[in-house]
């Protein structure tokens, strides 16, 4: 399996990321947490997971998810199921 992380700029191979594409979150409940969420898509959580298993930084996280004009207390409640989720 080759390992790839989005910069912006395109794909690239990065040999840190532990969990390619959030394999730990199954679809439906990408669904969930995105309706938990009205702004956010099931793919913007998708995306927040494959995010989160290879940078652990939940504050950096947290602004990624606030410019989907998500609130504050919103985007934490995201991130930490996601990080259960992800510890599970």
Do not use: C, F, Q
Request: glycine letters at 4%; proline letters at 3%.
């Amino acid at each position: 399996m080759t390992k790839v992380h989005d910069t912006g700029y395109g794909w690239i191979e990065t040999p840190e990321m532990s969990k390619i594409g959030a394999a730990w979150l199954s679809s439906e409940m990408a669904d969930a947490l995105a309706a938990t969420a009205p702004p956010l898509s099931a793919a913007d959580v998708v995306l927040a997971a494959s995010e989160l298993s290879i940078e652990t930084d939940a504050a950096r996280l947290v602004g990624h998810l606030l410019r989907h004009d998500l609130d504050l207390l919103s985007a934490r409640r995201i991130v930490e199921a996601l990080r259960a989720l992800r510890d599970l």
